[in-house]
C-alpha cells in the first residue's frame, strides 16, 4: 500500500477579520507541519477580510487567495481547490494545534480512515456557565462522532468523492460532511484536543447563547440556510485585542 504521507500536506485556514487571532493559529500550524517532516503548505483563504487579515498571512510566509463569499463552506471548498497537497486539513484561524494531530491524521489515513477530526477544547478565560455548556456540547457532538470545523482532515480523494462541503448551508456544513466521509468509510476523531478561541463564549450572553441554540435545534436545516438568521457567525464581530 502506498504510503499516506508520501504526499505534500495542504493547511487550510478560512479567515474573515481575524488579523489578530491568526498570528498564533499559523505558528501552531507551522510547528506542527514542520514536526511531521513532510513538505506542506499553508493557504489562507482571506474572505473579503477590512482588516489586515491578507498582509498578517502574507508576511507569516502563508499563501494567500483571496475570495468575497461570506459562506464558511464556500470559502473552505475555495481552499481546497487552491491546494496543490494530497492531504487536506481544515484549521480554523482561531484554533491551536500540535504536532500530534497531524501526525495523528496521517497515522489514521495510513490505516484506512476516510477522514477525521479532533475533539475540541476552549482557549483563554471564559465564564463559568460557559465552560459548562461547552463540556456538555462536547459530550453530546463528539460523542456521535462528528466533525469540527475547527479541524479536519482527509485525503484530496476522500474529499472529491464526499462533494466537499455542501454550500447550501451557512453553518453546520461540518456536520454534512463528516457524514458524507462515513459514507466513504471510517471516520476518526483524535483524543487529544484542538484549542478554540472561546471569544463567542466572551462576547455573548448565556441567554444570547441558549436562544441562539434553541432557534438552531428548532429551525433544522432551514435555519442553516440562511446568512440573515445566524448573525453569531456571521456579524463579524471581534474582541478588542488585549492592551
Not at 511531521?36 to 491578507?54: L, N
Not at 491524521?105 to 480512515?113: K, N, S, T, V
Request: hydrophobic share 45%; glycine share 10%.
Amino acid at each position: 500500500m502506498r504510503d499516506i504521507a508520501d504526499g505534500m500536506l495542504s493547511f487550510i485556514i478560512p479567515a474573515y477579520n481575524e488579523q489578530d487571532e491568526l498570528p498564533e493559529a499559523l505558528q501552531s500550524v507551522r510547528v506542527a507541519a514542520e514536526f511531521s517532516r513532510e513538505t506542506f503548505e499553508i493557504i489562507v483563504v482571506d474572505d473579503a477580510s477590512t482588516d489586515a487579515t491578507a498582509a498578517v498571512a502574507a508576511a507569516a510566509g502563508a499563501r494567500v487567495i483571496p475570495v468575497s463569499y461570506r459562506q464558511i463552506a464556500a470559502v473552505r471548498n475555495a481552499g481546497a481547490r487552491a491546494a496543490q497537497g494530497d492531504i487536506l486539513f481544515f484549521v480554523d484561524a482561531d484554533t491551536h494545534i500540535g504536532p500530534q494531530h497531524v501526525t495523528g491524521a496521517l497515522a489514521a489515513l495510513q490505516e484506512g480512515c476516510a477522514g477525521g477530526g479532533a475533539w475540541m477544547a476552549i482557549r483563554g478565560d471564559v465564564p463559568m456557565w460557559s465552560r459548562a455548556f461547552a463540556w456538555v456540547f462536547s459530550a453530546l457532538y463528539f460523542g456521535a462522532n462528528l466533525g469540527a470545523g475547527a479541524f479536519l482532515f482527509t485525503t484530496r480523494t476522500n474529499f472529491a468523492a464526499s462533494g466537499g462541503f455542501d454550500e447550501r448551508y451557512y453553518a453546520g456544513e461540518e456536520v454534512f460532511f463528516t457524514k458524507a466521509l462515513k459514507e466513504l468509510g471510517r471516520f476518526e476523531l483524535l483524543r487529544d484536543p484542538t484549542f478554540t478561541s472561546g471569544r463567542k463564549l466572551r462576547m455573548h450572553s448565556a441567554r444570547e447563547i441558549l436562544l441562539g441554540t434553541v432557534a438552531l435545534i428548532l429551525g433544522g436545516r432551514r435555519i442553516l440556510q440562511s446568512r440573515e438568521k445566524l448573525e453569531f457567525w456571521y456579524s463579524g464581530k471581534r474582541e478588542r485585542p488585549a492592551t
